[in-house]
Every structure is written in structure tokens, then in C-alpha cells.
């Protein structure tokens, strides 16, 4: 009997397997449907255009009954849709900033009707709300079936489509681009955004760099590294024009793209800096990095470009803005706040970019006290190198961005788990509502506690950046500032007690591709706490690199942490003092001091008993 049953349970499996889904030229796929607006052909009242990061469906002048863009999918579970449009209003011209949105069946039955909400600007921003209503736009689908979303400009010029979400209860949300178009019912969206393919920079993009701004934006340019530190700890990079004889044609083609990076850069990593178009290709991830656009954004809007997950250019892993009116004395937009507060935002940011042949350029246009808080970001920048290229590298294992943003709180995002950045973006701006996440969070520079899970108003003075740290943060620090690779064998680790935490430091050569091929190491780090001890474990390397020592020396800082009874290495008892494989604990900052000689093929677990 039991084998009667197994043999029906396999062939209604594979019954259902070969049933056929009908035709239809997309689908919804795991709860996600994603259709990019080109993709829909030749639309009367509609013209494909290339717009800001992409090429996109914007509105043209017609009749009334015209300009109706349709967007047909298979829908295979029932169930309440919300409805993401990624979208623009190109100019003044679009007087309610809102457009006609219906949703029909295959009989064309009008389930719904909105006005969605459309943001006057030349950001493509992913929008979700009835204009009337303020709510978000959902749509239940009772049985399975061809449906259609469609768009009615009603003749009026400048909106903007570049591409339709529908996500199943709202569990996939769109960020940058969104997922990939589901045109096969047997392609997971999830996994296929996932998997997209991302190259490295060279190590040094992610240290402090300046580099003289090239006349034209709309170009292509090559950067190398042409000297090793200079005096203020700024790396000078030399950036080159490429000859390139179809830009467009360029940005649109991988092979072209591939083709430039292999005569320059042969086997090592390259960077290059282009345009910021035709990013709807995910190809372009290969080729690292990506300028900025071409009109002029201030610094609140290139805040929002990096981090706010609804604008398209959150696509970018290693974006660069720009900053040269900020950094051009001569400019009626100068002021050394504006300056100060850049660089605050910036050494945070995934990419520390000077615009200057080197900071000692401009440092007789503004006062002393300026200066040093410069070269102390700068510094600062040094040290946190493990951290971010550690970060960098594990987009390539996950998909996550080092520099991952709020869709409700635009104006602040997060470095790594660890770091929270409320950059302070307006001159004369001196405090700010910050909101913290779940948990307890520390304030970077006094240490001062916060529970998360709601917002706090903090003040900050010029000399201030709202950073706070989550506890059970674990930060490697580069002890060494002219160290140019991803091999580090000195570090300071920073370990933020209060809750647990892990952390995976990646280590390579920073130049080649070898990483590609299995050539770099990790080392795995984790703090767990309980009410009266607490263990940290450095695991042993995993892989192997000829430029790596067998031994690591590290000093392991335990922030706000109580005074320790004793500690043990691996069940051997640890002396208390200030030598080689000691501690040391100061009450009034309340920091435990680790000095520990790792062997790197070996494990290592504390226990610190309270």
C-alpha cells in the first residue's frame, strides 16, 4: 500500500510538472513580477529614451486617447499585490504629478483604478502610493490568470516608466533596479539578483584617494595609483582619458568595456570611471566604478543617491560623487563647513574621494583647526580599510552592498552592520532626528548609550558626525596606514560588549584578479555575552596566501565592558598586565585590552568570567 501511495505521489509530481503554463510574456514568479517598460515594444504616445541611468519610457504629446501603456503577466498564487513603479516627472509641464494606473483581467475587466504619486525630479525613484489616498497601491488577484497594469498619460508630456513591480505581500520590495524581469516561470528573481556577477575594484579605491577632477564628465576615464601616501595620507591617483570613439555605443556594450580593461589593466584589477548609463544591464557590476551624473546634485541629493534604496542609483556598489564646487575655493559655493562636513559624510562612505591633487592644495584657504579635522578623516579612513574591504568583498557571497540605506529615513544609512551615519547635510545644520534600529547602539565618538527601535535628536557640533556603533559590533582596525594590499597582519579590534555579533575579515593581494580563482583567505570573528561571562572566538584562516605571515598580532579592544574576574585561551589562564598575550582593563572608559599573538592555521576562544 505504502508503495501504491509513493508511486501517485510521484507521478502527480511529475503531472504537475509537465503541465503547461499558458503563454504570456511574463510571469509572476515567487511572488514577484518585474517588467522592464522597453521591454514592451513600440507604444503610441511613448518613446524610448535614455533617462539619467537607464532607457526608459517617458510620455510625448498626443490625444486624449492615446498613451496608454500596457504591461501583460501570468499571475500563478492569488493574493494582495503592492504595485512599485519605477518612475520620474521629467518637467514642469506634468501639473498633477500624478498619473492614471488601472488593473484589469484577462477579459478586461477593470479591477482598480489609482493615481499614483509621481516625484518631479530627474531621479528615477521607485513610487507605491495613491496620490488621493496616500496609501499604498494593492491589488488582489482571487485566482490565477492573465492580468494587465496599465498607464495612461492622457496626452501629457514627461512621465516617466522604466520598469513595474508587483510584489506578493510586500515581501520583496524593490531597491535600485529591482529584481531582474520574470520572463521564465522557472527563474527565481531573488537568487537570479543575487548571483549577478561583481567585480572588485583594486584595494586602494577603498582608502582616502585624491585625484585633479577631469573638464568632462561624459567621458571615460582609467586610474592608477601614482604614488604610495603622500604627506597628508591622501593616495594620488592618476587619472587617464580613454579613447573612445561612441560613448553610448561604449556603455551599452560589455565586450567593448571588457575589451578596454584587458589591454589596460592585463590580469589586475581595473577601475574606470564612466557615466552613469544603461545601468539596467547588470553586466555593468563587472566593471567598476561609476562617476557621477551629469547635472549638478547638491549634497543632500548625493546623499539620497547612495543611500536611499528607492532611487536607481542605490544599483551602483561603488559609486562616486561629486564634490569639486565644495572643494573649489574659488567658487561663490565654498565655505569650510560645507568642505568639513563632505569629508565627515565621505569617510563613511564607500568610496573616500578627494577631488585635489592632494589636500595641502587648498589648505591656505582654510583656517588650521579645518585642516587637522581633515587629515584626522583622512587617518580615520587608514584605519577603517579592513573593515570596508572586508565589506567589499562580500557583496561578491551575498549581493549586499558595503553602504546599505532606509527607504523611510533616506537621509542616513549603514556601513556594514556595525556603523550607522547620520551625515549632517545642510551649512548651518547643527543637530538632527537619527533613527536607530533594534537594539543598543553607542554613540562613535563619547561612547554615550541609546536603545534603538525608535528616533533620538541629537545636536552635533562642527566637529561632530552623528556615527553610532550597534553592540556586538566587531571592527578591524590598519594599524599601519601605508600597508597597500588586503593582507593585514597588524590590526586593532574593536569588540562594542552589550550584545553579540560576528564578523568575517577577507584578505588578498588588492591588485589582481587571483581573488577570482579562490585567492584570498578569511578569518572568522564572533562575541557572545551572558550575564556573567562572555567568549570571543577568532577562528582559524580559511585558504592560504603567500604573502601571509603565520602570525597575526592583534590588540583586542572590549568597549563598555565590566571589569573581568580572569580570561582564558583556549582553557589556559591569561595573565593580567601589559606584555605579549596579557590584558590590562581602565575602569573609567571601561575598555578590556587584549595583546594576542594569533597563529592563523589555529582557533582561539576566550572566556572572560565577570
Known amino acids: 500500500m505504502n508503495k501504491l501511495r509513493i508511486c501517485a505521489l510521484f507521478f502527480a509530481i511529475l503531472l504537475a510538472a509537465c503541465t503547461r503554463l499558458p503563454d504570456s510574456p511574463f510571469y509572476e514568479v515567487d511572488g514577484i513580477v518585474s517588467i522592464e517598460a522597453t521591454s514592451l515594444g513600440s507604444v503610441d504616445g511613448w518613446i524610448d529614451t535614455t533617462f539619467q541611468t537607464s532607457v526608459s519610457k517617458i510620455s510625448g504629446e498626443s490625444n486624449q486617447s492615446a498613451g496608454t501603456l500596457t504591461f501583460p503577466f501570468y499571475v500563478r498564487q492569488p493574493g494582495m499585490y503592492t504595485v ?64 494587465r497594469v496599465q498607464f495612461k498619460s492622457g496626452g501629457t508630456e514627461g512621465f516617466v516608466i522604466d ?62 595609483v601614482s604614488s604610495s601616501v603622500a604627506n597628508s595620507g591622501c593616495l594620488e591617483v592618476n587619472i587617464k582619458t580613454a579613447e573612445i570613439a561612441d560613448m553610448d555605443e561604449f556603455l551599452q556594450n560589455p565586450m567593448q568595456m571588457e575589451s578596454l580593461f ?13 557615466p552613469p548609463r544603461y545601468l539596467q544591464n547588470p553586466e555593468f557590476k563587472r566593471f567598476p566604478t561609476r562617476w557621477k551624473l551629469q547635472e549638478r546634485a547638491d549634497f543632500r541629493e548625493q546623499i539620497e543617491m547612495v543611500a536611499n534604496p528607492r532611487r536607481s542609483t542605490y544599483e551602483i556598489p561603488f559609486l562616486i560623487g561629486a564634490a569639486e564646487e565644495i572643494f573649489n575655493p574659488y567658487s561663490d559655493h565654498f565655505s569650510e563647513e560645507q568642505l568639513l562636513r563632505w569629508l565627515q559624510f565621505s569617510t563613511f562612505h564607500t568610496v573616500m574621494y578627494l577631488p585635489v591633487d592632494h589636500p595641502e592644495s587648498i589648505r591656505e584657504h582654510i583656517s588650521d583647526e579645518t585642516f587637522q ?66 537594539g543598543l547602539w553607542y554613540r562613535y565618538d563619547d561612547g554615550s548609550e541609546f536603545e534603538g527601535g525608535q528616533s533620538w535628536f541629537f545636536e552635533s557640533g562642527l566637529n561632530d558626525l552623528p556615527v553610532f556603533v550597534k553592540a556586538g559590533s566587531i ?48 578569518t572568522a570573528f564572533r562575541y557572545f555575552e551572558h550575564d556573567d561571562y562572555a567568549t570571543f572566538t577568532i577562528g582559524r584562516k580559511f585558504r592560504h596566501l603567500e604573502k601571509q605571515t603565520d602570525v597575526k598580532d592583534l590588540t583586542l579592544l572590549f568597549r563598555h565592558i565590566d571589569e573581568p574576574e580572569f580570561i582564558t585561551a583556549e582553557e589556559e589562564m591569561i595573565e593580567r598586565g601589559t606584555g605579549e598575550n596579557m590584558w590590562e582593563y581602565d575602569s573609567e572608559s571601561r575598555t578590556l585590552t587584549v595583546e594576542w599573538l594569533q597563529y592563523v592555521h589555529q582557533k582561539t576562544d576566550f572566556f572572560i568570567q565577570f
Open 373 to 438: 579635522q581633515i587629515t584626522g578623516l583622512i587617518e580615520l579612513r587608514h584605519q577603517l580599510y579592513p573593515y570596508i574591504y572586508s565589506l567589499a568583498h562580500l557583496i561578491r557571497a551575498t549581493g549586499v552592498k558595503p553602504l546599505r540605506g532606509f527607504s523611510q529615513h533616506p537621509m542616513q544609512f549603514r556601513l556594514g552592520n556595525a556603523l550607522l551615519v547620520a551625515p549632517i547635510y545642510e551649512e548651518g545644520m547643527q543637530e538632527r532626528t537619527v533613527y536607530l534600529p533594534d
Open 84 to 147: 512599485w513603479v519605477l518612475s520620474a516627472a521629467e518637467n514642469d509641464q506634468v501639473p498633477e504629478k500624478s498619473i492614471s494606473v488601472s488593473v484589469m483581467d484577462e477579459e478586461g475587466f477593470l479591477l482598480d483604478r489609482y493615481r499614483l504619486g509621481i516625484e518631479q525630479t530627474k531621479k528615477l525613484t521607485w513610487k507605491n502610493r495613491d496620490l488621493e489616498s496616500g496609501d499604498l497601491i494593492q491589488i488582489y488577484f482571487d485566482t490565477p490568470g492573465h492580468y
Open 163 to 224: 520598469k513595474l513591480h508587483l510584489t506578493l505581500g510586500n515581501q520583496n520590495p524593490p531597491v535600485g533596479f529591482g529584481y531582474p524581469e520574470t520572463i521564465s516561470p522557472g527563474v527565481d528573481p531573488v537568487l537570479s539578483k543575487r548571483d549577478q556577477r561583481v567585480a572588485l575594484p583594486p584595494g586602494w579605491l577603498f582608502k582616502p584617494f585624491c585625484a585633479s577632477l577631469p573638464d568632462d564628465y561624459d567621458a571615460v576615464y582609467t586610474a592608477n
Open 262 to 274: 584587458t589591454n589596460m589593466f592585463e590580469n589586475d584589477r581595473g577601475l574606470m570611471f564612466t
Open 475 to 522: 571592527i578591524p582596525y590598519q594599524t599601519n596606514q601605508k600597508v597597500q594590499s588586503g593582507i593585514f597582519d597588524e590590526l586593532t579590534i574593536e569588540i562594542y560588549a552589550g550584545g553579540t555579533g560576528t564578523f568575517r575579515l577577507y584578505e588578498d593581494d588588492g591588485l589582481t584578479n587571483a581573488y577570482l580563482h579562490g585567492g584570498f583567505t578569511t
